[in-house]
């Protein structure tokens, strides 16, 4: 299993999405603040369902702790974002889900270690939590069912990666 991690909402949706929520559990706590719970838990929203459900555990962030990471980055984040970066500090959590462009960058410059979707599914194909044609439907899913935007030759990559593995 991997370690503990901090998310935004990108990732919880579009496992979700995918029927792929379960592949989180390849962490061993995962923390989310209060933003990226509001932001995923509306009624009929992929992911709605899946968190409540979940044992994610939902964080509450200060002003502060908001304000030093608006300061640290120089991108523009949307509140979850935002938040969840500030959790990762907060809590000296260094890896951060996110399938946020921007977010990403903000958290490498930060010195995190960003997975986003694609990533996960790796790590769970890696970990045996799925078999080889569930890892590649997976995958596939992401780029044809999720709203994700992700290129086909990313896709087509982490396949041939996993398929060496």
Do not use: W
Request: aromatic letters at 8%.
């Amino acid at each position: 299993m991997a370690d503990q991690a901090v998310s935004d909402s990108g990732p919880l949706i579009h496992l979700a999405q995918i029927s792929s929520f379960n592949l989180l559990s390849i962490f061993s706590r995962i923390f989310i603040p209060q933003a990226v719970y509001d932001e995923v838990c509306i009624a009929g929203r992929p992911g709605d369902k899946e968190l409540r459900g979940s044992s994610i555990e939902i964080c509450e962030i200060l002003n502060e702790d908001v304000e030093n990471i608006n300061r640290c980055v120089d991108v523009i984040l949307d509140e979850g974002e935002t938040h969840a970066l500030a959790l990762c500090r907060k809590f000296y959590k260094n890896l951060f889900l996110t399938d946020d462009l921007d977010a990403r960058e903000a958290g490498l410059a930060l010195g995190l270690e960003v997975h986003g979707s694609v990533g996960i599914i790796a790590r769970a194909y890696r970990y045996e939590l799925i078999d080889l044609s569930e890892a590649k439907s997976a995958l596939e899913d992401l780029y044809t069912v999720s709203d994700l935007f992700v290129a086909r030759a990313i896709i087509e990559s982490v396949i041939e990666e996993i398929e060496k593995y």
